[in-house]
């Protein structure tokens, strides 16, 4: 689905040079600390930032959408614009396709909110929808998580497992929060010095409550 190729980026004191490949149909993560060039590395597979050298491939038409840390929602406009306007920018607007994502989201009864008096989490919802409105087979997340609570963190989370398993959506997902990757992600890369260190598969620990002891689970995951 992507391919960085020899990619490199340089800032002055500050020199990436990584190489990965996500499938698809995977949610992969990208985990690193702050600074070590997440970001960068989700804003040139977007396009939103140039690099040096290298190549990134994406699958021919692969629309692509990015959603970030600080939701970047307009405040003068309500959650149905808000939702609305990269299919306005493009010039294909619908209505139902609005309404659609909404529901999907869980906001259709904040449609005619504005962004100030929605919670974080419906934030987060509202920043999905309008990622999820032009229909991406690549969705790029940075961040997502970061500044919501536990229990607001669990439902977008669940959200982008449904996103993934119902429409096939390839996830990219950027974080330092390493239960996010643990839960969400099939495989994961580290960067580490301005590389990738590490990159590998990662054991789904599920609480099936057929066949599985709930000590045991719990032990699986914390030992
Ligand atoms: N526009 C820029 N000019 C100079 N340095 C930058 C710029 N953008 C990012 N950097 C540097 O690149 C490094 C990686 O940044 P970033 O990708 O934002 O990291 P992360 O998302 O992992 O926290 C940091 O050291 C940062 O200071
Ligand atoms: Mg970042």
Not at 53 to 78: D, H, M, R, S, V
Not at 146 to 167: A, M, P
């Amino acid at each position: 689905m992507v391919e960085l190729i020899n990619i490199e980026k340089n800032y002055p004191n500050f020199n990436l040079k990584v190489n990965f490949k996500v499938n698809e149909g995977e949610i992969f993560g990208l985990v690193g600390q702050s600074g070590s060039g997440k970001s960068t590395i989700l804003k040139m597979i977007q396009g939103i930032i140039k690099f040096d050298k290298g190549l990134i491939k994406i699958k021919n038409n692969t629309e692509t959408a990015y959603i970030f840390q600080e939701f970047n929602l307009l405040y003068n406009k309500n959650v149905f614009d808000n939702v609305s306007l990269p299919l306005i920018l493009k010039r294909r607007f619908s209505e139902k396709k609005v309404e659609e994502v909404l529901k999907f989201v869980g906001l259709y009864d904040k449609k005619n909110s504005y962004p100030i008096s929605l919670s974080g989490g419906e934030k987060q919802r509202a920043a999905i929808a309008r990622a999820l409105v032009s229909n991406p087979g690549l969705l790029l997340c940075d961040e997502v998580t970061t500044s919501l609570d536990k229990t607001v963190k669990d439902g977008i989370l669940d959200l982008f497992e449904e996103i993934n398993r119902k429409y096939g959506v390839t996830i990219i997902v950027v974080t330092h929060e390493l239960e996010v990757v643990k839960r969400l992600c099939d495989r994961v890369a580290i960067i580490e010095k301005e590389r990738i260190s590490d990159i590998f598969s990662i054991e789904k620990k599920e609480y099936n409550k057929e066949n599985v002891n709930y000590t045991d689970y719990v032990r699986g995951v914390l030992k």
